[in-house]
Nanobody, 115 residues
């Protein structure tokens, strides 16, 4: 079955950086569009960044210029490089895979930005 496993979350100070990883298994990874979403406490889940199967990317306005999404199809992994983090980026970050109506989620990884 399809599995998405996120890693790389943690506690970081404002202005710091983190790189999240999401490893996929049980799927034809290169065929899937991949996305990172986040959900802060008492807020709705929102799209952070998206990368198509061809490598086209788009970002939420709140993270554009600070976050970079990339994928390594040979490793079945999608990354989210996060720079200049601020407390507003604190949330659980989820990996998503989508293809032809199929949609899968990872379990999430907590990112906390605090001094």
């Amino acid at each position: 079955q399809v599995q998405l496993v996120e890693s790389g979350g943690g506690l970081v100070q404002p202005g710091g950086s983190l790189r999240l990883s999401c490893a996929g298994s049980g799927m034809s990874f290169s065929s899937y569009a991949m996305g990172w979403y986040r959900q802060a406490q008492e807020k709705r889940r929102e799209l952070v960044a998206h990368i198509s199967s061809e490598g086209s990317t788009n970002y939420a306005d709140s993270v554009a210029g600070r976050f970079t999404i990339s994928r390594d199809n040979a490793k079945n992994t999608v990354y989210l490089q996060m720079e200049s983090l601020n407390p507003g980026d604190t949330a659980v970050y989820y990996c998503n895979a989508g293809w032809l109506g199929l949609n899968y989620w990872g379990q999430g990884t907590q990112v906390t930005v605090s001094s």
